[in-house]
Structure formats: C-alpha cells, structure tokens
C-alpha cells in the first residue's frame, strides 16, 4: 500500500510539474501580444484626447514617470505630445482616491495654451448605473472638461453644480463625479506648476520596446 501511495504521489508531482510548465510557456508566448492590445488600447484613448493629426512624435513612446501628491499616492505617467519636437500637450494619469466604491484611474490631456484637451477614466469600480456614466460609452459627462480653461486653486466654478460648480453631477449619485472634478483640477494645477519642466529631456518611462509588441501594434494599427 505504501507503494502505491508512493507512485501516486509521484505521478501527481510530475503531473505538477508538466502543468507549470506548460502554463509558463502560454504565458511566455502570449505575454507580447498582450502587451501589443494593452499598448493599443491605450493608444486608442490617447488619440481620443488628443488628436493625432496634433503632434508627429511616438506619444506613446515619448513619456516620463513623474510622482505628485496632486495626482495621487501612486507614480504616474506623463506622455508627451509634440509636432516637429514643439510642445502640443501632454497627457497626465492621477488618481481620485475619494470615488464612491474606492479610487479612479483617470488621464487627463491638456494643451500648452492652457486648456483642457480631454479627459478619461482608465479604470473604476462605481455603481453600475449610476456612477459608471464617467464612462464615456455610459455618457458623454466627462466630454464637458474639453475646452474648459485651466482654473486657479481657488476657482470656485471647477465644483459640481450641488457644490456652486459649472459641472452637472448625477441622479442619485454625486459623489463619483465630484471626485473627478476634483481629481481633473488638480491634474490642471499640477501642470500650470510644471510647465516649463514637463517637457525637459529625460530617460523615458519606456526606453525599449520589444519587437514582437511592436510588431503586433502595428498591425492592430493597420
């Protein structure tokens, strides 16, 4: 009996075995392509804000890791967007740690001349049906900070409406979007701070990048 026990256990370590290894080669042969449909998509919600026919540099490639409490606790990313290396805009991620179920992950693009380009959430978990519409396939609410000027750290019009501000909230849910309005406002101080030295040369947040994820970028592209 302590024979087949012995075998059996045997078996189910080799049988564990194979098994890592088998997932670990799916992981190694999938790991470019999704990293090409993360790269992708991202692409697709830069371009949504700022539009490509804007700048003529790699924005994807062109960014820089930056750390601020005004965009949250954690590091963020700042992709650059320039037109023969002239500085166009720039799209900055934050965090609004204050959302009804927890943080939301936004990126907010705003050009030189001081006004907002575009702003999206990357990432939340709000009510479905209620604070998700800052979602912009739910609404077009988070459509109304493109073209709005960049305020002052007092400019009391950067609020909800239930708080004196220009921007609407929702039935039965403010406090998602009033944590975006705030969150957008502090991206725009952040940079009306930062100006002058967002641009500055710097080692990128992405120096390299891998043949196969280009590869498939490309095509996704195409």
């Known amino acids: 009996m302590l024979n087949s026990v012995s075998k059996n256990a045997k078996v189910l370590a080799l049988f564990a075995i194979i098994s890592t290894a088998i997932v670990g080669m799916v992981n190694e ?4 392509r999704i990293a090409a449909q993360e790269q992708a998509q991202l692409l697709k919600v830069l371009h949504s804000i700022i539009p490509p026919k804007l700048h003529n540099n790699d924005i994807y ?6 750390a601020d409490p005004l965009l ?4 963020q990313t700042a992709y650059l967007a320039k037109y023969n290396d002239k500085p166009i805009a720039v799209a900055l991620t ?20 001081g006004s907002i380009s575009g702003v999206r959430v ?16 739910k609404s077009p609410w988070i459509s109304s900070f493109s073209g ?4 002052d750290e007092n400019d009391s ?15 039965g849910a403010t406090i998602t979007p009033r944590a975006v309005v705030k969150a957008v406002k502090k991206v725009a101080l952040y ?11 710097g080692e990128s947040c992405r120096p390299q990048v891998d043949e196969l994820t280009q590869e498939n970028v490309e095509s996704n592209n195409d």
């Open 29 to 32: 042969a999938t790991k470019g």
């Open 61 to 66: 490639q062109d960014c820089k890791i930056i």
């Open 72 to 75: 949250g606790k954690e590091k």
């Open 94 to 113: 934050a965090t609004a740690p204050d959302g009804y179920n927890g943080n939301i992950n936004l990126i907010v693009a705003i050009n030189v001349n």
């Open 122 to 137: 990357l990432k939340h978990q709000e009510t479905p049906g209620l604070g998700d519409k800052v979602e912009m396939r």
């Open 148 to 151: 709005k000027p960049l305020p």
């Open 157 to 171: 019009q950067w609020a909800v409406s239930k708080d004196g501000g220009m921007f609407d909230q929702f039935t």
């Open 191 to 201: 940079f009306k701070a930062h100006q002058k030295t967002l641009f500055n040369a």
